[in-house]
């Protein structure tokens, strides 16, 4: 097994990043109520950005090797992020519904489950899997799975899968700001609302 670690100045750089999403995000979530669901989405999708970074960050500098057993653990993550995008924008304008939120996250939940299979394997594989996907060239070590564990065989679609996904709950997001700004006769490309401005602009951020 190769232990080497490799922490150059880009790795210190997503750390940094990685230390001030958990920062900002417990911020948020902290100052979350039930009447400002808005905060608890902000600071949600800020820690899911920080755990999706991290889990990067490990991967880059083999630091992971030292820590198997959270092999692929922010890969369900991905499938929060858009849900929790447009229910910030949402709920930033908008709080009836809010007791239906929860419906947005089930595709996360079942990959969540679903992800359990690749969860429970051996350090040995999971080794295996890292060298897989960052350094090819390693030779692996003599590993067998405990279970299939991706029986059926749709892990290669998850960046698929997250496009289309982001794709749709931006449009949502989108589609929301227009609707609110159409009653007052302004449009997506100019406002004076200057608590729609930031949330336009942050949509338009994710849209690039």
């Known amino acids: 097994m190769n232990t080497a670690t490799d922490l150059n100045a880009l790795s210190v750089f997503i750390f940094i990043g990685v230390c001030q999403g958990f920062i900002l995000s417990f911020f948020f979530i902290l100052k979350s109520s039930s009447n400002i ?3 608890l989405y902000q600071g949600l999708l800020l820690l899911s950005f920080a755990l999706l970074m991290l889990e990067q960050f490990l991967n880059l500098t083999g ?3 030292k820590v198997l057993p959270l092999t692929n653990y922010s890969e369900p993550l991905n499938f929060t992020l858009g849900p929790l995008i447009y229910l910030f924008i949402k709920r930033s304008t908008d709080q009836s519904g809010a007791k239906k939120d929860w419906l947005h996250f089930i595709v996360f939940f079942l990959y969540l489950g679903y992800m359990c ?3 429970i394997q051996s350090n040995d594989f999971k080794y295996n899997s890292y060298v897989n996907s960052y350094h090819p ?3 692996l070590l003599k ?3 405990i279970v299939p564990n991706d029986p059926l065989g749709i892990k290669s679609w998850v960046n698929l899968a997250t496009a289309v996904q982001l794709i749709v709950y931006i449009s949502l997001a989108m589609r929301h700001l227009m609707k609110i700004l159409s009653k007052s006769g302004e449009s ?3 406002t004076d609302d200057e608590n729609l401005k930031p949330l336009r602009n942050m949509v338009f951020h994710f849209v690039i």
């Open 37 to 39: 669901k808005a905060n």
């Open 143 to 145: 590993a067998e799975a």
């Open 63 to 65: 630091y992971i090797v």
């Open 117 to 119: 299979l690749d969860f």
């Open 137 to 139: 060239g390693w030779p």
């Open 188 to 190: 997506i490309f100019r």
